[in-house]
């Protein structure tokens, strides 16, 4: 990957070099020459100069992302079928504002907001009383997975509510099951995930 110069800082540097061969005689020129020489063969000069190219590289690479690559927590723990389904345009707007090809986006589901995959019918096998998973709102939870979005559902919960993810929940696969939605929160924020709950 080259670096890139801004122009401003490439004309700054070639005045500056040009002041230098102009206001310097051939011999003091020869002689900041010969010192510049000495400095770097110097390992006490050597050794610096080589860890400040190094963060210099990491510094240019970290800004050669666009800044649009994202890593984001959709948190969802409340038993609101609006607000579900509002949190649900969130999350599409963000697709479609960032691209999900510069977005890793987990929805992670504890508590009350399992009502958000629960079958209507299935709902009576469970401690809810109510299920929102629609076939409308099916619909859009499977585009997203389509998109890469990633629904989490937390243990503890289904254990706490007596819910089996395979027949009682839209599309909920082992992978999918995390042993504690707070603990997945906190673990994936520890990794750079921002953390939105709406």
Not at 36 to 58: C, D, T
Request: neutral net charge; charged residues 25%; aromatic residues 8%.
């Amino acid at each position: 990957m080259s670096t890139v110069v801004p122009k401003r800082l490439r004309l700054h540097c070639t005045r500056t070099y040009l002041r230098w061969l102009n206001c310097k005689s051939a011999g003091d020129r020869e002689q900041d020459i010969g010192t510049h020489e000495q400095m770097f063969r110097s390992k006490n000069y050597l050794l610096p100069m080589l860890l400040l190219y190094i963060v210099a590289g990491w510094h240019a690479l970290a800004l050669a992302d666009d800044g649009t690559s994202q890593k984001v927590i959709y948190h969802v723990n409340f038993d609101d079928a609006q607000a579900q389904q509002q949190t649900l345009r969130y999350i599409q707007n963000h697709l479609n504002a960032v691209g999900e090809e510069k977005l890793d986006l987990r929805v992670i589901l504890h508590g009350n907001g399992l009502t958000l995959l629960l079958e209507p019918d299935m709902a009576a096998n469970t401690l809810f009383r109510v299920g929102y998973a629609t076939d409308e709102l099916t619909a859009t939870i499977a585009a997203l997975k389509d998109r890469g979005v990633r629904f989490l559902v937390c243990a503890n919960t289904l254990r706490g509510k007596k819910v089996d993810p395979a027949n009682d929940l839209y599309d909920v696969d082992e992978q999918d099951i995390v042993a504690s939605g707070v603990a997945e929160i906190a673990r994936l924020q520890g990794q750079g995930f921002a953390y939105i709950r709406p």
